[in-house]
């Protein structure tokens, strides 16, 4: 069945895990290429511009059926472009008040709602029911749009302060959460929810603690602010765990012996500068480094497919999607590039 990319880290757990792709295996990769990029008129704050990108499968829309590709942009824009031809769907700007100098504009990846009630389909390209995208503006208002149009299809609920500098959007059972650190504008630090199953939604915080939020994860060169990790179960329901550093990717098994958990080391990476948090599909780990993707053989680190000179422009780190055979990210320069497989060698 076709699939989607729906949040930051493809689920609400931030696994970097798309657990069903058909298309991309470890014997085809190294056809990869660059299917097309796009150039957006996003105006970046010098520490900010586009945020991780989000899939949906094919999905029917005003034009007929569309995979579409959906990333924002500080300057409270939203894009939906079309995966399979880089053409853009729809544009949004969402008008905000002035920055804070603290503020640096739209900063929380957005996220798509899951299938509600999935049910079993005919074909496995059929599309699939329309759902919201929610996109949490620069002035804190949180916006359920539609991913045919890009046209709001509820009055905008305040979610947060302006200029909060928010974390990636998460949703789980109507519930969408966000934290806000660095006690930017009016915001203070702690974790923002708010259930848009029921009208008037009310908004919840809960304040930060004194000792601060915990550490995910504790290795010798994690790169701060961001979520470095990846896991997945291979075929022997191994538990996988893959760190992005400054300087490598680590890859750890997780073994259970005598009741207790242990993390081994089994490989670590050649020289892979500021790597976004890794990707795993089929067997592999999606790399993207300051300005090259690579596919990495997840149980050895074998290199398997490397981008070359092809990406023009510092990546921002943000983040990848993967779905479709579609591997997609932003740069620094406003660009969205997807690489897949040319329809020759499908």
């Not at 056809?31 to 970046?44: F, H, I, T």
């Not at 500098?165 to 959460?177: D, E, K, M, R, T």
């Not at 050649?270 to 053989?297: C, E």
């Amino acid at each position: 069945m076709a699939q989607d990319w729906l949040t930051y880290g493809g689920d609400p757990q931030r696994t970097n895990w798309q657990k069903y792709e058909r298309d991309l295996n470890k014997d085809n990769v190294k056809n990869l290429r660059l299917l097309w990029k796009r150039q957006l008129d996003n105006q970046p704050d010098s520490r900010n511009a586009l945020t991780a990108p989000l899939i949906l499968g094919p999905t029917i829309t005003h034009r007929g059926i569309k995979e579409l590709v959906f990333v924002a942009g500080a300057s409270d824009n939203i894009y939906a472009v079309d995966a399979d031809l880089g053409r853009l769907f729809w544009k949004r700007h969402i008008d905000t008040a002035p920055k804070s100098p603290c503020g640096l504009g739209l900063t929380a990846t957005p996220v798509l709602a899951p299938l509600q009630t999935p049910k079993p389909r005919a074909n496995d390209d059929d599309p699939v029911q329309m759902r919201p995208l929610y996109v949490l503006a620069s002035d804190g208002s949180l916006h359920t749009i539609r991913i045919s149009t890009g046209l709001d299809m509820a009055a905008p609920v305040k979610f947060l302060p302006p200029n909060a500098n928010a974390s990636n959007l998460s949703l789980v059972s109507h519930v969408i959460y966000t934290t806000t650190p660095g006690n930017c504008g009016d915001a203070r630090n702690g974790e923002w929810s708010v259930d848009m199953s029921v009208p008037d939604a009310h908004v919840t915080f809960s304040p930060q603690k004194e000792e601060g939020f915990p550490s995910t994860w504790k290795s010798k060169d994690l790169m701060p602010g961001v979520t470095n990790l990846a896991t997945w179960e291979d075929a022997s329901r191994t538990r996988w765990i893959y760190v992005a550093g400054k300087q490598s990717i680590e890859a750890y098994k997780v073994l259970e012996k005598d009741g207790h958990t242990k993390l081994t080391s089994v490989w670590t990476s050649r020289d892979l500068i500021s790597a976004a948090p890794p990707v795993v599909v089929n067997g592999m780990v999606f790399a993207l480094t300051d300005s090259t993707l690579f596919a990495l053989d997840a149980a050895t680190g074998k290199e398997l497919y490397s981008s070359g000179n092809t990406i023009t422009s510092s990546t921002n780190s943000k983040g990848l999607a993967e779905a479709n055979g579609h591997v997609c990210f932003g740069t620094k320069d406003n660009t969205l590039y997807c690489f897949g497989l040319p329809i020759e060698t499908q």
